[in-house]
Structures are given as structure tokens and as C-alpha cells.
């Protein structure tokens, strides 16, 4: 289900083609900054973004002039991290079609002058991942 705004809910089927993830190089560097980039292409980012390791045993770089701290997180056994895309015609509003451009292992995740903790969301993931297993597991009877 997806939000339609003003309090209501809409439908919505999602279809991703995963047929030729398997055929992928990958797996690529996937990094999650904190700030939105109005940018949709490619750019020279191994010459800007230079990521180095810290003090603390995290990472650190500089992007526009704002400290920032990082930490990687591995994508958690049994699932797979994948870069997905729309495809150009399927701008319907109760079907989207998307297909796996990458795949990745790990995702570094940065935080605006702070440095990663456990109660970030990305590592939070991992307790989502262990409660949804949890809810939807079958009980069994003793």
C-alpha cells in the first residue's frame, strides 16, 4: 500500500526483475549520505568523495566543507543488497516496474558531525530484521 496523501491509501503492485542480478560484476561501494544531491547521473565521485579511516576505527571525509563520519554495515546472511531502477515506461499509478542495475555487500552509511552508534538506522536494521523474523515465523504448539 502506498500513502495518496491527505490520510488516504492506494493500491499499488511493485514488480522488480531480478533475472539478470545474477549476471551483475558487482558488488559495488554503496554509500548513504545525509543531505539530498539534485543530481540524477553519473559524476566523478573517486575524485571528490575520499573517504580515510579515523581514530576511532570509523571512517571520515569532508563533503562541501561538512564533517562527516562514517561506518560500513554489512548486508545481514540471507538477503542481498540491490540497486534497482525504473524503468522509463511504467509511470502508472498502480504499477511500477524495476529492474537491478548493481548489487552490493556492505553499505556505509554517514552521519553529519556525530559518529556511528548502534542506535543509528542502519545498524538498527539488523533488530528489524531479527523482530520480523520473529512475527512471521510459524509458532509451534507444545
Not at 544531491?37 to 569532508?62: Q, R, W
Not at 538477503?79 to 498502480?94: A, H, L, M, P, Y
Not at 542502519?122 to 520473529?134: E, F, G, V, Y
Request: proline share 7%; with cysteine; net charge negative.
Amino acid at each position: 500500500r502506498v500513502h495518496g496523501g491527505f490520510g488516504s491509501w492506494r493500491e499499488m503492485e511493485i514488480t522488480i526483475d531480478t533475472k539478470e542480478a545474477s549476471s551483475l560484476p558487482g558488488p559495488v561501494d554503496v554509500h548513504l549520505l545525509p543531505c539530498t544531491i539534485k543530481h540524477d547521473g553519473s559524476a566523478k565521485v573517486n575524485g571528490y568523495f575520499l573517504p580515510t579511516s579515523s581514530e576511532t576505527g570509523g571512517m571520515e571525509c569532508a563533503l562541501r566543507g561538512r564533517q562527516l563520519f562514517g561506518a560500513t554495515f554489512p548486508i545481514p546472511k540471507g538477503f542481498t543488497g540491490i540497486i534497482v531502477n525504473e524503468e522509463d515506461d511504467t509511470f502508472d499509478d498502480s504499477h511500477r516496474k524495476w529492474s537491478v542495475i548493481d548489487k552490493f555487500e556492505q553499505i556505509t552509511y554517514w552521519n553529519h558531525d556525530t559518529t556511528p552508534s548502534p542506535t543509528d538506522d542502519i545498524p538498527r536494521l539488523q533488530h528489524w530484521i531479527t523482530l520480523s523474523k520473529a512475527i512471521h515465523d510459524p509458532v509451534g504448539h507444545a
